[in-house]
C-alpha cells in the first residue's frame, strides 16, 4: 500500500506543486491550507507522516506539532520553514518535530528526509526484512474537552450528563473549539473553516453565534468555558 502524507502549506503554488510531485512520487497526499484543518485531517485519518509549513495563520506548524504530541501522537512530522536561525530550529524540534527542510527547497530533499523517517518508524523483522505493520486503532467516536464531549458522527454534544441542543453553525463552532481546546483561534480561521469566508473586521456574526452557543453551554456556579481573547479571537478552556 502507498504511504498516506499530510501536506499543511498556505502557500497555494508551493502546495499543489508539492502536492503533485509527492503524488507522482507514488504517496496518497492529503493537502490541507492551514493548522486548523491540518489537526482535524489528522484525528479523522491518521497519516503516515506529516509535512507541516511552520509559518501558517491561525494555527501554525508549531503548535499543531504541540498538539499532537501532547494528545501522545508520534507520527514523524517534517517542517518546511523559510525561518534558518538555529533558534527557530531548536524552536520546531523541541515542539515535537523530527527533521526540517528550508525553503526554497529540492523537492528531492523532501523526498529523501520523507524516506528517512518512514524508515525509523517502520517496524522491522529478523535480518532487517519489514514485517507486517498492526493495525491502526479505530479512531474514538467521541472528542472531550473542558468537561464538553462531543459525537461528530451522531451531532451531539453534553457538557457534563446534560446534552445540548445546537444548530448545525453552532455544532460546528463548538467542535471547531473543542478540537483546538487550549489555543487560541483568531477570528479569520473561525469565519474561514466554519462559513467559508472571512466577513471582514466589522462584521458581528461570530460573535452572536458565540454569544448563542454560551448561553447553552454555561450553567450557573460553572466556569465559563468559551472566553474572549480581545483583539484576537476564541478560546475553549477550562479555568
Given at each position: 500500500?502507498s504511504?498516506?502524507v ?9 502546495r ?28 479523522r485519518?491518521r497519516?503516515d ?7 501558517m495563520?491561525?494555527?501554525d ?6 498538539v ?5 501522537d ?54 532487517g ?5 498492526a493495525?491502526?486503532p479505530?479512531?474514538?467516536?467521541f472528542?472531550?474537552?473542558?468537561g464538553?464531549?462531543m ?15 445546537l ?34 473586521p ?14 447553552k ?15 484576537v ?7
Amino acid at each position: 500500500m502507498s504511504q498516506t502524507v499530510l501536506l499543511a502549506e498556505d502557500d497555494r503554488a508551493i502546495r499543489n506543486a508539492l502536492e503533485r510531485a509527492l503524488t507522482l512520487e507514488g504517496y496518497q497526499v492529503m493537502a490541507v491550507a492551514d493548522g486548523v484543518e491540518a489537526l482535524a485531517q489528522a484525528h479523522r485519518n491518521r497519516p503516515d507522516v506529516l509535512v507541516l509549513d511552520v509559518m501558517m495563520p491561525g494555527i501554525d506548524g508549531l503548535q499543531v506539532c504541540r498538539v499532537l504530541r501532547a494528545e501522545g501522537d508520534r507520527t514523524p512530522i517534517l517542517m518546511l520553514t523559510a525561518l534558518v536561525e538555529t533558534a527557530d530550529r531548536i524552536a520546531g524540534l523541541d515542539a515535537g518535530a523530527d527533521d526540517y527542510v528550508v525553503k526554497p527547497f529540492d523537492v528531492e530533499e523532501v523526498f529523501a528526509r520523507l524516506r528517512a523517517l518512514l524508515r525509523r518508524t517502520s517496524p522491522v523483522g529478523v535480518g532487517g526484512a519489514p514485517v507486517a505493520e498492526a493495525p491502526r486503532p479505530v479512531p474514538e467516536r467521541f472528542i472531550e474537552a473542558a468537561g464538553v464531549r462531543m459525537d461528530p458522527q451522531a451531532r451531539r454534544a453534553w457538557r457534563g450528563a446534560r446534552e445540548l441542543e445546537l444548530t448545525r453553525t453552532e455544532f460546528e463552532l463548538l467542535e471547531l473549539l473543542v478540537r483546538n481546546s487550549g489555543i487560541v483561534l483568531d477570528h479569520s480561521t473561525i469565519y474561514d473553516r466554519i462559513w467559508g469566508y472571512d466577513f471582514g473586521p466589522g462584521s458581528k456574526n461570530l460573535a452572536v453565534y458565540v454569544g448563542y452557543l454560551r448561553r447553552k453551554l454555561d450553567e450557573p456556579g460553572a466556569p465559563q468555558l468559551i472566553h474572549t481573547v480581545r483583539g484576537v479571537g476564541y478560546v475553549l478552556r477550562e479555568d
